[in-house]
């Protein structure tokens, strides 16, 4: 199964490959925030904007979930370069209205890629695509919700449709959306979180009894020790990077651990301070552990290991408040070190190590992203950094605790407000009394499966709040297929993308507003709240004049579907609910656990916190009442001979599968992203050339899935490991390679092969494909390869 890139937009023969660096931000950073800004918005939407972000009275930035400091401790500027770029890409001036579709009909529409589609500009009007149409033509938004309804009433059954979240909705629209769903009779409610921290919030509610994170901003600063694991704050969760500075500052050690050397993790150049803009910055990482990927089940349970034989156990924390300790330490006093020796890559006198650093702390913070979630073994791996910080009682005290950070900037909250395919009973019932209609009680679809049952003609209409399906998911072609079998799909989305141009027999593009957007839905100033990746909710009002006129709120596009579909006289007061927000938080109040009196709490400065009992006061709402410890296998990944272990990540010029630029700054690479980094040794050791091209090929049960013409970039890290970017890598993972227990795609261990191909052969390798499609536009074959580090440079 190969799936033919859409190229024709990018010439990635000027890329550069010029060696990582080692350190992030600092005043190149600054200079590429307001180079992006203005370029997007022009000076005065640029200082309109950047001075509101993340303030009390301002609104929240649509990058990462990394919480805001306390009122009293914020800048005048406080964002960082990802943040400004993440707020250019919506505020920018270029739009996308009803004459551009009628310039471009679907078949050149479906070669382009996210890159050029995203770059077009903000959505103004509604769009429909009727069957068998070459283009998209505008529609007023009464009949589009009229066309919703009436498909969604078609149905055979409620089950048959999908109603998809993407991370950045805030929790007055997830609400309702999440309601309307309800209300209309399925559970069907897959989330970005499937694809994301999924494997966290799973192993986490087994273990603590609630599958949000322990800590808030000030145990991070305040910590003795960090550990970061599978993250890249550099990119990712910069203002991070401000959080680690002031914990280096008060004595904290930082134990990074990573295939990469993330510059983000070696040195940090704040450009809030001079020494950060002119001098050296600050070190970070005290210890980095280069871990082959998927190695960390196997490192934490070393560490663990040595914690026990010094006996660095907080006795009283683990009798008081655990269960399973004997059963756990049986395992890991046992250990098998060769396979510990496999699986991690690593001497073991860096891992001993990394143990003294964890004996000698009083109080240390984990953190972790998607470098651990997104593995077959995820939810274990998750597990055992739980069983490492009960160990030694770093969980419910100052200074320690559990940080998964999460990504999208509202993502937490949109699960807070059930948006979950699996929400529990409980919260079904609030929902039952608080509006008087009988919610559907059986688990819904999550994403990996919403797929499924797509292909398999179990779902017909797919309906988008936010984000980019079919680019997301994993198997893309597979995906791809999926969508485009359905009757009817929607996407509520504030930019094109490829879900847009891979659609069901029917589709809409319905353009919401965005964050920074003022929202007059129902005549009046609306403000939205959302909730960080520390628990912390508050609210959020956008500053600028909307992108155009046609544009509504997520809330007012649900309440009106929600009227079409379930007409005016529904037990839901819909109309309400979309003309004053308040209504919808006092809802909110009545049925969402701990949100009590919420419009009157989101009123405070900074908002407020909602409690979490393990951090608040060590109670774990278990089965069993306890923190559980739990014993997992010490597995190893089996890599056939010949072939890599490819993690797919983010570059530093992209947002999930928006992409801002085609520079990845910090790893040295410019001007392209179709690179795997390799091994100097592994590039010998395969007959390849550092420069060279090859196709990146997985092999599976069913087949082979091949994405064409990559080139090899001689990078440091564990032999035997690759890296490339999302989405680019995604037709190479198959549907079922999950994360066990979490479903969670598992797309940072991809076993693949590199076949060695000529630049620009994609052409030739798909001609009969793409023959009367004209040529790639200014890539000659076999230019453009520049300079490209000596192995002994890296590192
Ligand atoms: N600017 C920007 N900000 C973002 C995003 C974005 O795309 N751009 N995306 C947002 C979202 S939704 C999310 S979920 C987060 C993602 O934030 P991250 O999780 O930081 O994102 P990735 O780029 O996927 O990086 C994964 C990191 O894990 C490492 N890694 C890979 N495999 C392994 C492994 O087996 N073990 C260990 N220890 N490390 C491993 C990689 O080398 C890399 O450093 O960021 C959010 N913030
Ligand atoms: N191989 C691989 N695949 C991955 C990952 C990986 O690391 N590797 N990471 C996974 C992760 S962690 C995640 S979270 C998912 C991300 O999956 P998604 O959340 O589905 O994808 P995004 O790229 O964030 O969505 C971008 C689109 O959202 C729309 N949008 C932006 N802002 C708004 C808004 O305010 N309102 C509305 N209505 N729409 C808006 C725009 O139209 C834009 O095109 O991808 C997953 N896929
Ligand atoms: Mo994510």
Sequence with gaps: MSRRPPLRDIDEAEIEVDGAESSAAGPVAVAVAMKRALEQMGPVRSARTLLRLNQVDGFDCQGCAWPDPDPSHRHTAEFCENGAKAVAEEATRRTVGPEFFAEHPMSELRERTDYWLGQQGRLTQPVVLRAGATHYEPIGWDDAFAMIGDRLRGLASPDEALFYTSGKTSNEAAFVYQLFARAFGTNNLPDCSNMCHESTSVALAEVIGIGKGSVTLNDVETA?????????????????????????????????????????????????????????????????????????????????????????????????HTHGFEEWVDHVRDLDWDAVDRATGLDRGQIRQAAEMLRDSSATVFCWAMGITQHRNAVATVKEIANLSFLQGNIGKPGAGLCPVRGHSNVQGDRTMGIWEQVPDHFLDSLQEEFGFEPPREHGLDTVNAVKALRDGDARVFFGMGGNFVSAVSDTSVTEDAMRSADLTVHVSTKLNRSHVVHGREALILPALGRSERDLTGGRPQRVTVEDSMSAVHASQGPLAPASDHLRSEVDIVCNLALATLGGDHVVPWATLRDDYTEIRRRIARVVPDCEAYDEKVDQPGGFVLPHPPRDTRTFPTEVGKARFTASPTDVLHVPEGRLLLQTMRSHDQFNTTIYGLDDRYRGVKGGRRVVFVHPEDIAALGLADGGYVDLVSEWDDGERRAPEFRVVAYDQPRGCAAAYYPETNPLIALDHVAEGSNCPSSKSVVVRLDPTEQGSTEAHYGSIRSDQGTRAGSPAGTGTKRSPEPDQLG
């Design 224 to 320: 003795e020790c960090l550990v970061i694991m599978g993250q890249n704050p550099g990119t990712n969760h910069p203002r991070m990077l401000s959080a680690l500075e002031k914990a280096k500052q008060n004595g904290a050690r930082i134990i990074a651990i990573n295939p990469l050397r993330e510059a983000g993790l070696v040195r940090f150049k704040n450009p809030q301070k001079p020494r950060g803009l002119a001098g050296p910055g600050t070190e970070l990482a005290d210890l980095h552990l280069p871990v082959r990927i998927n190695g960390d089940l196997a490192l934490l349970q070393a560490i663990a290991h040595h914690l026990l034989e010094w006996g660095a156990i907080d006795h009283d924390f683990v009798e008081r």
